[in-house]
């Protein structure tokens, strides 16, 4: 693992570092002075998604660094870059209005991954649902299609929460909205929208305790605002605001960054599959594949091709395949002979539902295997799938039925786009912990529909206590007082519990905060750092303290979480 260190400037008359809307420019996004536009044109439309693809790829850092908590999962920016990087890479080369639409309404389902970016993804498919079946877009037009991109953003969430992306998305429509109806032009009414966005963001904070708390405005937001950034630069060429300094312990450089990489000396995964695609993409495919490995073998014609390459991003590969066309009998080997990055751990024999789980850690993933998971995908805290990735699952499992097992709460959205682009049955358990996802897989059946296996182990995840033990990657103030960099953390209920220096302490003072006179069985799944020598004095604490309870250990090897714990 990699890091990246850049700086935050402290904020002006206050303690507490915050990100706001960035105030400089970006001399290497800046296009020479150009006529303003009073309408969009196809042309124009591909311009704006490639600016905003810019954008977000030199933004990435900063909103990934606007995390609310010091846990290691501050992946919002490199979510919503990735999303737009597909949606640009599936753009036509020449098109009218109609086409590039058509290709971005049916390029951003696929393309979402997190919940930030799947929300992005609804919004750029109602602005292009609305665009659709018009010559070009007028003022009226580009304020209709923002107040469709909030209303599908709002429906995309189960449970709507305002200080958001939401929030800042409704209040550009509605500005929008406002100056299209007194008569303004396009110009002046991305302008209003933008400045809109800009106060809206900066009051995130006050909608948001957490926000306030950890004294950073909403990522979502921020990432969204870029949109309206990019559009101002296509309608009247202003140039694209510059990311500030920030200062915050990062993941690495690479947006792909997977667990493992960079470990092993070769390309590590063979990914095969034969794709149905017209023989105009697959120049365009060949390219993508180029970018992500080696020994890439592309053969065929008249829509059927055979397609081979050695590559460490297998989500990558298949993403490439699903833009070009339909990618089918996909097969994934592993190279060095270790647990695959998406793996296929059943054999293919036909039942009437299968399972697909997302889980890291080697272990993780043969525990889920063991019970009955017919695809683990890898994904988790700062790995998630995108939409294709987790539909490639779908459509390998030999089933009428799939249920999904999401087991983290920012990728459940994105499973739950699963049903527009399958055939198959979908049923989406919105298990937001590695415990609970467990504990749904005791219940499930194979032979028994999606839906009732979906319901059945739906009410046995709900009945877990899951939390999570892990060291601070910032200082930050939490409900359980002060954090510093590196301490460790109990986290329940998304709530940092208890803090403490030593990983021991942590954990025991974890479990006497979840674990009660009521609970039977406590279920302890080791990280990769987590000894067993720590192992044995937070079992020994348990036999101490709580007699009652049964403890199960397994070593799950995950990294960035010391212990997943689950209780029942």
């Not at 667990?259 to 034969?274: H, K, P, S, T």
């Not at 459509?395 to 499973?415: F, S």
């Not at 399958?422 to 590695?434: F, G, H, Q, R």
């Amino acid at each position: 693992m990699t890091g990246r260190v850049v700086r935050i400037a402290p904020v002006v008359g206050g303690s507490r570092r915050r990100i706001i809307a960035g105030a400089g420019f970006s001399a290497s996004l800046v296009f020479p002075a150009m006529a303003t536009l009073d309408r969009l044109t196809a042309e124009h439309v591909s311009l704006f998604m490639r600016r905003y693809s810019e954008a977000l790829a030199e933004h990435r850092y900063v909103i990934d660094a606007l995390n609310v908590y010091p846990v290691p999962d501050g992946d919002t920016g490199t979510n919503m870059s990735l999303t737009l990087r597909a949606v640009v890479e599936a753009l036509p080369a020449d098109c009218d209005l109609k086409g590039v639409c058509q290709s971005i309404y049916d390029s951003a389902l696929a393309a979402g991954r997190g919940n930030s970016g799947i929300i992005v993804s609804q919004f750029l498919r109602a602005m292009a649902g609305a665009w659709s079946e018009a010559t070009a877009v007028d003022a009226d037009g580009l304020a209709g299609s923002l107040q469709a991109a909030s209303e599908a953003a709002y429906g995309a969430v189960a449970r709507p929460v305002e200080g958001t992306i939401l929030t800042v998305g409704r209040h550009v429509a509605g500005a929008a909205v406002a100056a299209a109806h007194r008569g303004a032009p396009l110009a002046t009414v991305v302008e209003e929208a933008l400045e809109a966005g800009r106060v809206s963001l900066e009051r995130t904070p006050e909608l948001l305790e957490v926000l306030r708390t950890a004294g950073v405005v909403d990522a979502g937001g921020k990432g969204l605002l870029l949109l309206l950034d990019a559009l101002a630069h296509v309608v009247d060429g202003r140039p694209l605001p510059e990311p500030p300094e920030v200062s915050a312990p990062l993941l690495g450089d690479d947006p792909h960054h997977i667990e493992g990489a960079g470990d092993v000396a070769d390309l590590r995964y063979e990914v095969m599959f034969l794709l149905d695609s017209s023989d105009d993409r697959v120049t365009a495919f060949r390219d993508r594949w180029a970018e992500l490995g080696d020994s890439i073998v592309v053969v065929g014609g008249d829509g059927l091709w055979n397609c081979h390459i050695h590559t460490d991003d297998i989500g990558g590969s298949i993403e490439a395949g699903i833009e070009a066309g339909r990618p089918h009998r996909i097969q994934v080997t592993d190279l060095h002979e270790q647990v695959a990055h998406v793996e296929h751990v059943a054999p293919p024999e036909r039942s009437t539902t299968g399972v697909v789980a997302v889980a890291t850690g080697d272990g993780v993933r043969q525990i889920f295997a063991s019970l009955g998971a017919a695809e683990v995908v890898t994904g988790g805290q700062t790995m998630n799938p995108s939409v294709a990735t987790l539909l490639a699952a779908v459509q390998r499992i030999p089933a009428e039925g799939v249920v999904v097992l999401p087991n983290n709460k920012n990728i459940v959205l994105a499973a739950q786009q699963l049903h527009e682009l399958t055939d198959k049955e979908v049923a989406v358990v919105p298990t937001v912990s590695i415990p609970a996802g467990l504990s749904a897989m005791v219940e499930f059946d194979p032979q028994a529909e999606a839906a009732r296996n979906g319901e059945v182990m739906a009410a046995l995840a709900g009945e877990v206590t899951a939390g999570e033990v892990t060291r601070a990657v910032r200082d930050a103030v939490t409900p359980a007082g002060p954090v510093a960099e590196g301490d460790f953390m109990g986290l329940a209920d998304g709530d940092v519990q208890c803090v403490a220096g030593e990983l021991t302490e942590v954990s025991c003072g974890l479990l006497e905060r979840i674990v009660d006179d009521h609970h039977e069985i406590v279920t302890l799944i080791c990280g990769a750092e987590a000894t067993e020598a720590d192992t044995e004095v937070v079992a020994a604490w348990l036999r101490d303290n709580r007699p009652h309870v049964e403890l199960e250990v397994h070593a799950g090897g995950q990294s960035l979480y010391h212990y997943y714990v689950g209780v029942e």
